[in-house]
């Protein structure tokens, strides 16, 4: 399996709140994606990277920031979590824009 | 904008039979396609990529094909097993940057 956590993978928080999502990965890839999942409307792509400092808006961008200061690390942030963003959240690597490999998931619930 | 479709949205086989499991898709300018399966409250699993310029790809008891003309590609999982009961998912891949569009999946359910 390739190397990649998400943290945490199970948060409850209340509305209005700000959340940092972590993906933190030990392959040393380039490219690096965060998406959403939701019954009725499948897996969607928020933001994806293509290198340290190197960011770029996916399908579902709004309401959504991101940073990538190290080629681990993938920050996924909610300003100001709302309950329309209560899904789970999944992080992928991809060496060379390829075959992507997923990580494990985080529950995320806004009350 | 590309639409990914997987028919059916559930399937229920007996052991041994074999699997087939049907994607398609809009837009023919696409990079690759990428199977995955994934695994009740799990993260997603990938069993095969093929690349644009390729018909089929094949793993184990595994061979998806592709044919972007028509906008198809067809995941074959032979002598179906209990623990082959997942839901599979299909994406393809339209631009440089790797940005998956998926399908809904189909739920795969194999009794014994």
């Known amino acids: 399996d390739a190397g990649i956590t998400q943290s945490p993978r199970h948060k409850v928080t209340e509305t209005g709140t700000p959340v940092t999502l972590r993906c933190h990965q030990t392959?040393?890839?380039?490219?690096m994606y965060w998406y959403r999942q939701d019954p009725g409307h499948g897996l969607r792509l928020i933001h994806y990277?293509?290198?340290?400092?190197?960011?770029d808006k996916g399908e579902v961008s709004d309401g959504y920031s991101v940073s990538r200061s190290k080629t681990e690390d993938f920050l996924l942030t909610l300003e100001s979590a709302t309950s329309s963003q209560t899904s789970v959240y999944f992080c992928?690597?991809?060496?060379?824009?390829?075959?992507?490999?997923f990580g494990p998931g985080t529950r995320l619930t806004v009350l | 904008k590309q639409e990914v479709t997987q028919i059916p949205a559930a399937l229920s086989v007996p052991e041994g039979e074999n699997l087939v499991l049907n994607c398609s898709f809009t837009?023919?300018?696409?990079?690759?396609l990428q199977w995955f399966r994934q695994d009740p409250g799990k993260g997603l699993t990938s069993l095969l990529l093929?690349?644009?310029?390729?018909r089929e790809q094949t793993s184990g008891r595994l061979n998806a094909s592709l044919d972007k003309s028509s906008g198809r590609s067809t995941l074959y999982i032979a002598a179906s097993q209990p623990g082959d009961s997942a839901t599979y998912l299909c994406?393809?891949?339209?631009?440089?940057?790797?940005?998956?569009?998926f399908g809904a999946g189909t739920q795969v359910v194999v009794t014994p």
């Open positions: 093929i690349q644009s310029s390729q």
């Open positions: 837009d023919s300018a696409i990079y690759n």
């Open positions: 990277s293509y290198g340290v400092k190197d960011t």
């Open positions: 994406a393809v891949s339209t631009d440089s940057w790797g940005k998956l569009q």
């Open positions: 392959e040393n890839h380039r490219y």
């Open positions: 992928a690597i991809s060496e060379s824009r390829d075959e992507q490999f």
